[in-house]
């Protein structure tokens, strides 16, 4: 599943795994979401929902570009530097190329949308 975060008027397209997590995530989009730095590692941002952890590893090991669940806390974290293992750590999808936008400091608005792959 094909998706796009909106910031500062740049699109940034990523893939979705398919999975529970993914599948109760898509349900909530779209979302406009305060994305707020985290251990100068990821963007986080509390999500209006908790996602399910049916059939998900026990946590994954993030590389910069992936967009995970963080269960233990209900948030969602977009990864811009590699991190190490972390248990609870759901792993959503990831940022289909460039995504130094997300390397800047502060706390940035971001709208998660669903591509319409039907459109031309």
Do not use: C
């Not at 529970?20 to 305060?34: C, G, I, K, S, V």
């Not at 059939?55 to 910069?64: D, F, L, S």
């Not at 940022?95 to 502060?106: H, M, S, T």
Request: no cysteine.
């Amino acid at each position: 599943m094909k998706i796009r975060l909106l910031i500062d008027g740049r699109y940034l397209p990523a893939t979705l795994a398919d999975s529970a997590a993914t599948r109760d995530f898509l349900a909530q989009l779209p979302l406009t979401l305060e994305l707020e730095d985290y251990a100068s590692t990821e963007k986080i941002a509390q999500l209006p929902r908790t996602l399910s952890t049916a059939g998900a590893p026990a946590g994954v090991t993030p590389a910069a570009g992936d967009i995970t669940f963080y269960a233990p806390w209900g948030n969602l974290a977009i990864f811009h530097k590699p991190f190490g293992y972390s248990k609870g750590l759901i792993k959503l999808g990831r940022i289909d190329g460039d995504f130094q936008l997300l390397r800047r400091a502060g706390k940035m608005q971001v709208r998660i949308e669903v591509v319409d792959t039907a459109r031309p």
